[in-house]
């Protein structure tokens, strides 16, 4: 039997890491879509390409081939056969991907080949628009949430370990931007499907996340 689970949710609510836990306690594969709209503002930055030229994008969209492996069990991205996983963090990188992200060629290049990818094993995908387009007919669909100054917080500590230089009122309003941008796109904005399960993470510990997201997956499965 071959499973699919759809996790969409805001920037920062913690979907990569709840997404991760549970594919490697139920044996799926982890896919982050995230990871392939940044792969495509690699290659726009990489050609000299404006983000902002809609036009030049969808005409020059065929030369990308993107595909996607693993490595120990981690993703990794290939951008026309370059490992280019390295890159992906890195911020120009992610505020590329939101632009890029709002252009049909775009997502219709990456949902068919997330489409594609579920087709042949059972998936763990999470993204903004897996439960609403990527995959209606999935298994199951959480939609996670969380407060955006949780969010922040939450970032704002991880990236405090490796850089004293961050700044809680920068990262606020970068989710905040994000969030903006995600959910007011006119294709695929980023809202719950009718028929996604929500999960407020606000005061809840990953362990406890995964915990609650895999009983609602068993208690299907029964
Ligand atoms: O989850 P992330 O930060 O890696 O996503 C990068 C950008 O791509 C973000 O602005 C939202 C967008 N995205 C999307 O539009 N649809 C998806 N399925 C995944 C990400």
């Known amino acids: 039997m071959m499973y699919s689970i759809a996790i969409d949710g805001p920037a920062g609510v913690g979907k990569s890491t709840i997404a991760k836990g549970l594919a490697s306690r139920l044996g799926f594969t982890y896919v982050d879509t995230g990871a392939m709209y940044r ?17 030049t994008v969808s005409e020059r969209i065929d030369e990308v081939i993107i595909s996607i492996d693993y490595k120990n ?26 632009i890029v992200s709002k252009y049909a060629c775009v997502r219709d290049k990456l949902v068919e080949l997330q489409q594609k990818i579920a087709k042949e094993k059972s998936v763990i995908m999470d993204g903004r628009d897996i439960g609403t387009r990527v995959l209606p007919d999935a298994f199951l669909k959480v939609f996670m949430t969380a407060d955006a100054n ?30 903006f941008a995600d959910e007011n796109r006119a294709i695929s904005p ?7 399960v929500i999960v407020d993470t606000s005061s809840l510990s990953e362990d406890e996340v995964i915990e609650k997201i895999y009983g609602l997956f068993n208690s299907r499965v029964k």
């Open 39 to 55: 792969a495509i503002a690699c290659w726009a930055l990489d050609q000299g390409i404006k983000l902002e030229d809609e036009e």
């Open 73 to 98: 069990g981690i993703q990794q991205v290939f951008l026309n056969d370059e490992n280019i996983t390295k890159r992906l963090r890195e911020e120009e990188v992610g505020k590329g991907a939101s």
């Open 150 to 179: 949780v969010r922040a917080k939450r970032r704002f500590d991880e990236l405090c370990l490796k850089d004293d230089d961050c700044d809680y009122n920068t990262i606020l309003k970068d989710i905040k931007d994000r969030d």
């Open 190 to 196: 980023l809202r719950p499907a009718a028929d996604a």
